[in-house]
């Protein structure tokens, strides 16, 4: 199957390798590393391991190091294995390169040399964990963040953009910062987040609950702040139409006092506590 296709030379294969589970390696990744003349990876030790989980071995002059300090200098170095004639396969530590991980700048070198690059999809937590969060939007959408800012102001800035951010949205969380992230997500209230930890590894967890219950969680159980964390802050409930907010409004007036009726709309609709107020001091002035 994977030996079929054509996989041209001159070419830069970007490879998903997996994000725990060796098993999440695809066919077609495990064909294009051993047919690779070069492998380009963030760590050469981390992925001369992983390709002889596979039973693949490459030479000494096979291996080339692409990282975050070196990307665009390396660049340079593919380039010219590429023009060459040669098929370089490019994998990060883990997971699809280029998303919260190198490669992004060499796609783009290659890509501006003219030289062709091809994706072999695959592992990712992205995808992942937006899989198993059950977040609801009729229209799908959602925003990938990766890694807030690590200084707490500046964190608490994004968070507070978050709030206002209907759609669902992805980040990525390191576990010594866990606990930091969860206490500024405790802002959003009753917004649903979930948590996806270790994905695909023996202690994979997800738990779907509010980000003012998120801190507490985490506390309970010290092995929960263990690991690579995905998380899901699910889009925002839709704010009901004006019309049902102002009949909500007018059927608690019936029954309760003004400003319970008011508290008890707001907290129903999500509609704004002091416009409600007015317009139920208009219906009391109708009757």
């Keep these: 199957m994977a030996a079929s296709q054509h996989y041209p030379q001159a070419a830069l294969y970007v490879v998903a390798t997996p994000i725990g589970n060796l098993a999440d390696i695809s066919l077609r990744a495990l064909h294009v590393l051993q047919l690779a003349d070069v492998v380009a990876c963030e760590d050469t030790r981390h992925t001369q391991a992983l390709l002889r989980a596979y039973g693949i071995d490459k030479s000494a002059g096979q291996w080339l190091a692409v990282h975050q300090h070196n990307e665009s200098e390396a660049a340079r170095a593919v380039i010219e294995r590429l023009q060459a004639g040669q098929r370089v396969a490019y994998a990060s530590d883990a997971g699809t390169p280029a998303v919260s991980d190198p490669g992004a700048r060499l796609v783009a070198a290659v890509q501006a040399a003219g030289l062709r690059t091809v994706p072999l999809p695959g ?66 209230g009753e917004r649903l987040v979930t948590v996806a930890r270790e994905i695909s590894k023996q202690f994979e967890q997800v738990a779907t609950l509010p980000c003012a219950a998120f801190a507490d969680w ?70």
């Design 218 to 287: 985490l506390a309970a159980d010290a092995q929960r702040q263990r690991g690579e964390f995905a998380l899901v802050l699910h889009a925002a409930p839709a704010a009901p139409a004006e019309d049902d907010s102002r009949r909500v409004l007018a059927l608690l007036l019936r029954e309760l006092p003004l400003k319970g009726a008011v508290k008890l709309a707001a907290d129903i609709t999500g509609a704004p506590r002091n416009a409600l107020y007015e317009e139920a001091l208009r219906l009391k002035a109708q009757d």
């Design 123 to 188: 592992a990712s937590s992205i995808t992942a964990a937006l899989s198993v969060a059950g977040s609801v939007a009729d229209d799908g959408a959602f925003v990938f963040l990766g890694f807030l800012p690590s200084r707490t102001g500046e964190r608490d800035e994004a968070v507070r953009a978050l709030a206002r951010e209907a759609r669902t949205a992805v980040l990525l969380e390191a576990p010594h910062r866990i606990e930091a992230l969860a206490r500024a997500l405790g802002s959003l």
